[in-house]
């Protein structure tokens, strides 16, 4: 499995990368929660539809740099953000713990 960090994280964050289309639609639906982090690329838009928790969205451009991090509820459309290629999703809170933000550099590291 690989992690993620940014320069605010203090300890990597377990991350599952879901690569091909069918792990993209499938995202954390029908899951009850996630430990750490989910990585859709690419992505440009995510929607909460059937999930049975709140996430926070993080959109990301090609270099991995946050654009904008949202909380969605459960039954929300996102709405595509310009130059995002990338989207990590977490439970609603945690980002804000690992120091995702608005111009954080996220790091991933394989294992």
Do not use: C, N
Request: no cysteine.
């Amino acid at each position: 499995m690989a992690t993620l960090t940014t320069p605010g994280t203090p300890a990597p964050v377990p991350l599952e990368v879901a690569m091909s289309a069918r792990a993209r639609r499938r995202g954390l639906l029908g899951r009850d929660g996630i430990d750490g982090a989910l990585l859709l690329s690419p992505a440009g838009a995510v929607h909460t539809l059937g999930m049975r928790f709140a996430i926070d969205v993080a959109y990301l451009d090609r270099k991995f740099r946050v654009l904008a991090v949202r909380t969605m509820k459960p039954g929300r459309m996102g709405r595509p953000r310009p130059r995002s290629r990338h989207i990590l999703e977490a439970e609603a809170g945690a980002m804000e713990g690992w120091g995702v933000r608005r111009g954080a550099q996220v790091m991933v590291h394989d294992r």
